[in-house]
Structure formats: structure tokens, C-alpha cells
Nanobody, 115 residues
């Protein structure tokens, strides 16, 4: 069973930056997609960004131009660079890894944007 562990969350003022990291406990071979989701208080979970094995990325409109997803497969990592943070970005952020046969989620890391 592969475990995903997120880190890098915290509290930041509006306009600030954070970099989230997610490490998998084992190497995943073959085609897979890595994702970042978030769940804000009182809201449903939302897909923030995704990146394929080939590096193709996609973002929710609200973070385009501010967030960047990247992956480093040699280290079993996926990252989310978050710039120009807004209070509405406050949420628990989760990473997800999906292969053709398996689906793994992390436990989440809290991001709070407040002055």
C-alpha cells in the first residue's frame, strides 16, 4: 500500500507564497496522474491542479497564473507552488496519485491565508 504524505502548509498573509510537497512511500511505475485538491471550510472538495506522467498540466480557473504544479518522479514527489495567495485559498490541501488500477490520497495539510 502506497502512502502519500503532504508537507509545507502553514499560515501566510495575503500576497504571500507557500510550496506544498507530497512524497509517496514507494515508486510508482507506469502511467499515472498526480493531483492537488483542496477542501475549504463549508465547501466541497475541489480539484486544484493535475499533472500527467508526460508533464501535461491543468488548473482550476481560480488559481491559473498563481499556482504551479510540478513532479519529480525520481524522488516520488509532487509539488504545488502557490504564489499571490488570497484568503479564499484557505483550505486543507490533499495530494492524490492515480494509476490505471490504484488510487491513493494523502491526509492533507492546512493552508491559511489571513492578515
Amino acid at each position: 500500500q502506497v502512502q502519500l504524505v503532504e508537507s509545507g502548509g502553514g499560515s501566510v498573509q495575503p500576497g504571500g507564497s507557500l510550496r506544498l510537497s507530497c512524497v509517496a512511500s514507494a515508486t510508482i511505475y507506469g502511467t499515472n496522474i498526480k493531483y492537488w485538491y483542496r477542501r475549504a471550510p463549508g465547501k466541497e472538495r475541489e480539484l486544484v491542479a493535475q499533472i500527467t506522467t508526460n508533464g501535461v498540466t491543468n488548473y482550476v480557473d481560480s488559481v491559473k497564473g498563481r499556482f504551479t504544479i510540478s513532479r519529480e518522479d525520481a524522488k516520488n514527489m509532487v509539488y504545488l507552488q502557490m504564489n499571490s495567495l488570497k484568503p479564499e485559498d484557505t483550505a486543507v490541501y490533499y495530494c492524490r496519485l492515480r494509476t490505471w488500477s490504484d488510487d491513493y490520497w494523502g491526509q492533507g495539510t492546512q493552508v491559511t491565508v489571513s492578515s
